[in-house]
């Protein structure tokens, strides 16, 4: 899948590249503000596109860790680093100034859905605290929803749902492993 930024609002656009070719003309309407543009499949183009999904691949762990966002309809597999305190994490829009923006088009998912704290607990260790927005539609761990003041510690490997998203918290460097 590639994507394409749309020149009005923003909002990221993905489609499937394999169905089209070098050089082609592509009309696009953007499902957030609904502006039609054209993209052009040039080679440098889809090169461009290309290496910025590397450099998300590559997302540099900081230290504390990151999130996965699992690849489903409404976007590709993101990789989004996790800092010291609170990591709020939503749909990605333009001016909205969250550190953990998501890019999707996942209607269900709100611009602040839901929120991870990162702190080192008494024995120096990275401790995960993962609360709701509040959001529309929840933030669910285990399939159970949070409540509205719950905070849920969340380790390594935990998998959340925030709208019909999965997102995995990775850990590397626990002083645990
Ligand atoms: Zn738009």
Redesign the pocket.
């Known amino acids: 899948m590639k994507r394409v930024r749309?020149?009005?609002?923003?909002?990221y656009i993905t489609f499937d590249e394999t169905h089209y070719q070098a050089g082609q003309s592509l009309v696009f309407e953007?499902?957030?503000?609904?502006?039609q543009f054209g993209v052009r499949m040039g080679v440098s183009k889809l090169h461009n596109i290309q290496k910025e999904e590397k450099t998300e691949e590559a997302a540099e762990d900081k230290g504390y860790g990151t999130i996965v966002v699992i690849e489903n309809v409404f976007h590709y597999k993101q990789v989004i680093p996790l800092q010291l305190g609170d990591n709020i994490i939503g749909r990605y829009m333009k001016g909205s100034g969250i550190n953990c923006p998501i890019e999707t088009v996942d209607p269900s998912i709100d611009m602040n859905h839901c929120c991870i704290n990162v702190s080192y607990d008494k024995n120096n260790n990275l401790k995960y605290i993962l609360r709701d927005g509040p959001s529309n539609t929840g933030t669910f761990v285990d399939n159970e929803i949070l409540g509205d003041r719950e905070r849920r510690v969340i380790e390594d490997g935990s998998l959340f749902t925030i709208g019909a998203t999965s997102v995995i918290l990775k850990i590397k460097g626990n002083k645990e492993d």
Do not use: F, G, L
Request: with cysteine; net charge positive.
């Open positions: 749309c020149p009005k609002c923003d909002n953007c499902p957030q503000c609904h502006k």
